[in-house]
């Protein structure tokens, strides 16, 4: 059985029984940019990217927006993705006062979506459960510094204030983890590189080779996955 990240190792031992040597921890994999293109980062723009499910918890954003807000940070968010949780995503919009603040840019692929990588100042991934995160190392290969929960499956991705910042799943500790990065251009500039060199390991090209080998030893081996 292949697992995503080491985390999930033990989780699957304990729920299905399966012995630590029939366990690989073999990642996802991103192709990363072809070129950078127009890299000028919005001015404080937070960027959600991902399907507008009840597990990517998105009202905690929108709150961590709106303490930003109030802070007075000059903060906006552009959430790409769609899915059944729109609607109320709609509606705490406007209740919590961001429609100038917030814009859904629905489903976006290609170079569309690679601009909003470009652009943004911070990818944020505030979810309640994660097997691994894929947006997080797509962002860190155009040098977008990540913002995210600290769950299982997203710490053994994000290493916390070295390729980006893991907090609680709090409004307050999510506002605090992205005005960090949003105030220091320093800090922003140290987590960009980091994470531009994280995401080289999970390139496809690094990837792919790893599944192949592990397809041989099993077929040496004359046993199923």
């Known amino acids: 059985m292949v697992v995503y990240t080491p985390g999930y190792v033990p989780l699957i031992q304990k729920r299905y029984g399966v012995p630590a040597e029939r366990i690989e921890v073999i990642p996802a994999g991103v192709d990363p940019p072809s070129s950078f293109g127009d890299r000028g980062r919005g001015e404080e723009t937070v960027l959600f990217v991902g399907r507008l499910s009840t597990q990517k918890n998105l009202p905690l954003l929108l709150e961590a927006l709106r303490i930003l807000v109030c802070r007075g940070r000059p903060a906006t968010l552009r959430i790409v993705g769609e899915g059944e949780e729109e609607g109320l995503l709609r509606r705490l919009v406007s209740e919590l006062g961001l429609a100038d603040r917030v814009i859904l840019a629905g489903r976006l692929e290609g170079e569309a979506l690679a601009r909003e990588y470009r652009r943004a100042s911070v990818l944020a991934l505030p979810s309640e459960r994660e097997s691994f995160g894929i947006v997080l190392i797509e962002a860190m290969s155009y040098g ?82």
């Open 144 to 225: 977008t510094p990540v913002v995210a929960t600290d769950i299982l499956g997203l710490r053994d991705v994000v290493d916390n204030g070295v390729t980006g910042l893991l907090c609680a799943g709090v409004p307050e500790a999510f506002a605090g983890a992205l005005e960090a990065v949003l105030a220091d251009p320093a800090l922003r500039e140290r987590l960009a590189a980091a994470g531009l060199e994280e995401a080289r390991r999970y390139d496809w090209r690094v990837i792919i080779p790893r599944y192949l080998a592990l397809y041989d030893q099993i077929a040496g081996q004359g046993r199923r996955p």
